[in-house]
């Protein structure tokens, strides 16, 4: 979706609906505004259903506060249009009661985004605004305040989140980034005590990237290269509706020819992303016009030295990541499925995923097919993309159960003999 182009009521009901599927809202909960350049307000009407909103639903609220379309717009209006009064920077905001965000608000707390790099750099620092009645002019003046102290990003106490965005896209991108996060740390806590990064790792993190390969001179693009292209395009997409992905994180690549590989470009929307828009990596080049992403050095390294893998996914799937951010060693030995596709799972330190290292290329054996790097992602690789995405599948229900297992007693993983019986019947060559 691109905002520059799409009309605000199409932009409106494309995100709501993402917003809706990924379980971020309930089907009356929460409410979506744009404002264009003419200071009109588009917003998402009052008590209609959030699965089937149509472009044609949505209200338009002009600068002299008359009102077009079939409904009456949102009840949370007054705080939408205090929000663009208090920061004229802000053309969209998003606001919903997500399950984990509103967790951190009837607790009285919101969540440190210092858990993982990028989640800090979207959604900023956090704001909180008190609680008052909904669809007041008090709430409206409360949160009007954070956002005027420069907050991209509030929780409402006992009631929800707000987010600001330059766009909409923007906007729900640091919405689903923050709710993420929120789950992350909801998980990690199960588990232990979550990990925090300090002011050394993060600049670490921005300081290691070299510039992007040289361009090369000529590209071609046989079928087979583009085959490629739209099933990584498929595997990112698939992974954003299972919630294994978010827009703000998540790399995919597929070897092509030899250690010549295709891969995500740097900085994308996910949820967007077109067959266009995926980088070749031939040699040492890439292709012209186009940046991969930041991670591209470690692929590359990891199809030279391990000619098994054919496919790579680095993402940041919430139940997988709690143990990554608690440092907590993933104990896979609960399901023989699991055990067959992912064997043990690594945890390795924050770092070792960085530019120059050479940690996860070494890391990386057929008995180790997924890794975890703390506090940063999870790293799955396969014989082609399906595998890689099925592992990354049973890693994340994997996590999941043994999350929730915490709360019905102590887990009693597969023993030895049996392990063995698995390796000799489904793993013989080994
Ligand atoms: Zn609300």
Redesign the pocket.
Known sequence: MNPLLTPPKEQITEIIGRIYRRGLTTTT??NISIRDDNGNVWVTPAGIDKGSLRPGDIVCVHPDGSVSGPHTPSS?LPFHLAIYQARPDLKAIV?A?PPALVSFSIVGDFPNTNVIPQAKQVCGPIGFAHYEL?GSEILGAVIAEEFSKGFNAVILEN??TVVGGTDLNNAFERFETFEFVARILINANRLGQPNYLDENQLHAFEAQYNDPLPEMESVEYPSDEREFRSDICRMVRRACDQGLMISTYGTVSARWRGDDFLITPRNFSRWDIEPSDVVQIKGEHREPGKTPSRSVHIHQEIYRRNPEVKAIIFTQAPYSMAFGVAGKSFDNRTIPESWILLQDVLLLPFGAHFAGQQRISQSLRADHPVLIIQNDSILVTGKNLLHAFDRLEVAEFSARSLINSISLGQMKPINEVQIEELRKKFLPDE
């Open positions: 909960g929460g949370e606001h009661h909904p009631h929800g």
